[in-house]
């Protein structure tokens, strides 16, 4: 079994419309959307919901009974959860749980919450892990953990797990990078997409994953291309292919079908050209 | 007066309508709250300095006075601490740094050291004040730096927050307590996907809220149907329009190239306090 994840960095440079490129170009492929914040392979691939299951995620302190408001259980929260009146914000609270340890009365109760649902289900391409965040949880590098672990258990040895990943740096991204084979990170000739690509390479270097490029709508900015292939030539990162702009992206989009199944366009066959190189980029183990 | 420019999904041109409406407005502080990948400061002028850094808290385990009771592991809400029959080991990228295993371990076996998370540092571009946070590479949490970005706004500006994407916990700490939201939006089917995400999100957090449609004419009309049917009201469209693209991509804000839009960022925020004193 072989795992890569799609990422990017900075949001919006084509990412999920890759991956679901990938999908209908991949064979004995599984899918795991672990962008659980904006989860839009799902427009595409079109799931069928085989399974359903609740994810309890992370606790929240409750004090239902008054308590003597010694203040202690203030005193220990470092995520400024809790005010001057005693009263725990649940939008803050974090669940570590330290206030319930020190409260010397057991007035504060944790309590289990349901973070998200994670679905089994079946797609055109193979079967797909997605799940969805209930709003304003942990953008949680543990659910992503979880979607993941649920399409390993499904993987057989030959089989290819395609990770569409969360944009930024923070603990949803290193939940989805941890342990992959390779790592392909999209990236747009824009001054925001080059320092945003260069973010997200460090933190793939500092855990150690191998990782290569793509450059989505190279000709948005010759000049920005270039500085990204030099950059990535610098740090020894393959730069994979280059992507055309082209209104097909969108315009598959909306008819809810892959860019390859849509039309027959320069982009679908860079894309297949950059496809075959993920699949050697993987086999040479990154 | 705090206004969030948040969006449920990257790319959709939320650092573009906050640095724009902040260059319009001139006398107001910018504030940069998507620390980990700041990108607002690619379109100012600035002269950057480091005006604070963010620590969290790491747990150091004695092994000497270790005796592997694994109550440490038990508690920890993140699994950060894993004890064999052999060690206890502490994984980083996990620890959220909230201290409670040094304050249960028995045997004292723990103690805690200071690691900085990130940064805050500020700069002036013309008229605009601007803070920015930046998450350490390879830290997993950024709502610490977020909220530290956020003590810099002064109750009596005009202060514009650049919101991370998505509608998870560093949405949420960026947004919460703020006096309104603009969702910037895409008109395709992603976009009015993590849009109906965001109004949730800002609905739960009872903040006044607008869109703005970016890249108008790329996709449909979805989302302009959609936020008839829900009374959402769109406050601008930003077409979808090559020079705006190609300024964007040389980190130039487009008000300054096309002044035409500085006056339509003015009437924007006049019609923000219209929907704020109608709410009201
Ligand atoms: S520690 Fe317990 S008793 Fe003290 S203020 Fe907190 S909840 Fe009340
Ligand atoms: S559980 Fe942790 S974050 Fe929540 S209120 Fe208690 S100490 Fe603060
Ligand atoms: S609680 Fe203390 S003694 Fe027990 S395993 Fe953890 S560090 Fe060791
Ligand atoms: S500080 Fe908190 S999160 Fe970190 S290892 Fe200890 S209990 Fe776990």
Redo the contacts between chains.
């Keep these: 079994m072989k795992q890569l994840t799609v990422i ?6 084509g990412k ?1 419309t890759i991956t679901a490129a990938f999908a209908s170009l991949a064979k004995n492929a599984i899918f795991a959307d672990c962008d ?3 989860p ?1 392979l799902q ?1 595409i691939l079109k799931p069928e919901v085989l399974e359903k299951e609740e994810y309890i995620g ?2 929240t302190a409750i004090r239902e009974v008054d308590c003597s408001k010694c203040g202690k259980c203030r005193e ?1 929260c ?3 959860a809790i005010d001057e009146e005693m009263r725990i914000i649940e ?2 609270c ?5 206030c319930a ?2 409260c010397p009365e057991g007035a504060i109760e944790m309590k289990k919450r349901v973070t998200g649902t994670v679905y089994r289900s079946r797609t055109r391409f193979g079967p797909m892990i997605h799940a969805e ?1 209930r ?8 659910l992503v953990s979880h979607v993941r672990k649920k399409a390993q258990e499904l993987a057989n040895d030959g089989d290819l797990i395609i990770i569409d990943g ?9 939940a989805s990078i ?1 342990g992959v084979d390779a790592v392909l990170v999209v990236a ?6 080059l ?2 690509m260069e ?1 997200v390479l ?2 793939a270097e ?2 150690g994953i191998p990782a290569s490029v793509c450059i989505n709508k190279h000709d ?2 010759e000049e ?1 291309t270039k500085e990204i292939e030099t950059f990535c030539r610098t740090r020894g990162v393959p730069v994979l292919g280059k992507l055309p702009y082209d ?1 097909v992206a ?1 315009k598959a ?2 008819n ?1 079908q892959t860019v390859i199944e849509y039309s027959n366009s320069e982009l679908s066959r860079e894309l297949k050209k950059v496809w075959e190189k993920v699949e050697l980029f993987l086999r040479a183990g990154g | 007066m705090k206004i969030a420019v948040a969006s449920g999904k990257g790319g959709t041109g939320k650092t573009t309508v906050a640095v724009n409406l902040a260059l319009s407005l001139g006398n107001v502080q910018l504030l940069d709250c998507d620390v980990e990948e700041p990108d607002c400061q690619h379109f100012l002028d600035l002269n950057l300095e480091d005006v604070e850094v963010v620590k969290s808290f790491l747990p150091v385990i004695d092994a000497e006075k270790c005796n592997l009771c694994g109550r440490c592991a038990e508690l920890c809400h993140w699994n950060a601490i894993v004890v064999t029959p052999q060690k206890a080991t502490v994984f980083p990228e996990l620890c959220h740094g909230c201290g409670l295993c040094a304050r249960a371990c028995p045997q004292g076996a723990i103690s805690e050291k200071g690691k900085v998370i990130g940064k805050i540092q500020r700069g002036k571009s013309g008229e605009v004040e601007f803070y920015q946070g930046v998450l350490t590479v390879g830290e997993p949490l950024s709502p610490p730096v977020i909220r530290a970005v956020k003590k810099k706004a002064k109750e009596d500006r005009i202060t514009i927050i650049d919101a991370p994407p998505g509608n998870a916990c560093p949405a949420v700490a960026t947004v919460e307590e703020t006096d309104f939201c603009i969702l910037v939006t895409e008109p395709t089917p992603f976009g009015l996907h993590d849009l109906k995400f965001s109004i949730r999100m800002v609905n739960e957090l009872g903040v006044p809220h607008a869109v703005i449609v970016n890249r108008a004419g790329i996709g449909d009309n979805r989302v302009e149907d959609y936020c008839e049917r829900e009374g959402i009201p769109i406050l601008m469209s930003i077409p979808n329009d090559r020079k705006i693209a190609h300024l964007y991509s040389q980190g130039i804000p487009f008000v300054k190239k096309m002044p035409e839009w500085k006056d339509k960022f003015v009437m924007l925020y006049d019609k923000i306090i219209r929907i704020m004193e109608e709410v009201a």
């Design positions: 990017s960095g900075k949001g919006g440079t999920t659980c914040d904006a839009d427009l992370s606790a220990v470092r995520f400024d939008t803050k974090e669940g570590c749980g330290a340890f020190v965040l709003i304003g949880e942990e953008a949680s590098g543990k969360s944009p930024g740096i923070g603990c949803p991204v290193i941890t747009e000739p824009t001054v925001t997409g320092y945003d973010r460090k933190v500092h855990f948005i900015n920005k209104d969108t989009m909306i809810g």
